[in-house]
């Protein structure tokens, strides 16, 4: 059988996920400093003191610099390697099902709970008529496909759809 994930995959993400998040806090205690140091600042200004207005648009800067800096990045960067951390602990963590089915075709790429992901389908049988039914299993994005050939039998390890592991039949 050829393995998709080892434990080295779930522990470099885990790694890039905190590397994220020490970014964010990083600059999040940054400009909390700067924007605690620009309130002092103004706070200690005379009254009616020619720099009021300066510090205030400096303030306004800095706050919108941050609010611009924040949604794409946590909402577009984090939320995908979070994603991804979450899909391997599902992988680690989850059921598992074996199955040996026919492949058929490729699909188009879909995002599925966060993760790009290729899709192949593959034919099932139906238990109650003669009939064939197509089973989509996921192909993580990140990873190589696998060479698969239409008709051919494969033995694959899948857990919630998504492939583990995989082994060409003759």
Known sequence: MTKLYSDADFWDAITQRRKILAIFFGITGGCLIGFIALTVLYTQLPYKDPAGP???????????AYMIFMFPFMGIKFKRSNAYCKMLKFI????????????????????????????AVFAVKNIKKDELLRRLIYVDGEKDFPAFEAGGLVSLISQGNLLIEYEFLE
């Open 92 to 119: 680690s963590v989850g059921l598992k099902e074996h199955a040996v089915l026919p492949f058929l075709d490729i699909e188009d790429w879909v995002t599925r709970d966060g993760v790009d992901c290729n899709v």
């Open 54 to 64: 300066w510090v205030i648009a400096a303030t306004c800067v800095l706050v919108g």
